[in-house]
């Protein structure tokens, strides 16, 4: 058997061994619903949307495609609609437990004026934070490192509706 087959496998194992009461000890229902307002009130700060997804692991078919932490964002990005905005200004912050691994994926008129160096700087933030065993602290300084950034450059111009739900989604 390949050495591949046997990485793939201790992949799967990884992602088997990071329950949901694990991601629920990273994750608590207090904690979510501090993330959910922290996103809600940056919103009234900016045009953007953010859209906070913590999964505790991807499902089997996506370690056995060989589906990359980036993939997986690109593709909850996609399936949770946080491209379709009105001013392109979505925002995705995707957190994977089983890889300590966060990725944040962009919308179009987000990605011209802020390079991926500063959502690089964001996400590593992050993991260093949750190497600490600090996921509220970290994820709620990236909620506001974020909102702070579209305020910067997407900046509110008046009332406007919530197009995402703020509450953070757990898988």
């Excluded at 619903?33 to 997804?53: D, K, M, S, T, Y």
Aim: aromatic content about 8%; some cysteine; overall charge negative.
């Amino acid at each position: 058997m390949s050495m591949h087959f046997f990485d793939r496998l201790k992949r799967q194992w990884r992602h088997w061994m990071s329950t949901t009461s694990k991601g629920k000890q990273a994750f608590s229902d207090d904690t979510l619903a501090r993330l959910g307002q922290a996103i809600g009130a940056g919103e009234q700060r900016h045009r953007g949307e953010l859209r906070l997804i913590v999964e505790h692991a991807m499902p089997s078919d996506a370690i056995w495609d060989d589906m990359s932490c980036r993939q997986r964002a690109i593709a909850l990005f996609a399936e949770h609609g946080v491209w379709d905005t009105e001013d392109n200004c979505g925002v995705l912050l995707y957190i994977n437990l089983a890889e300590h691994k966060v990725e944040i994926v962009v919308d179009r008129a987000i990605g011209r004026k802020i390079d991926h160096g500063t959502w690089k700087q964001v996400c590593q933030g992050m993991t260093e934070g949750f190497a600490r065993g600090e996921f509220s602290a970290s994820t709620l300084a990236a909620v506001e490192q974020i909102n702070t950034l579209l305020a910067q450059h997407f900046p509110a111009s008046g009332a406007r509706a919530n197009e995402l739900p703020d509450h953070p989604i757990v898988l």
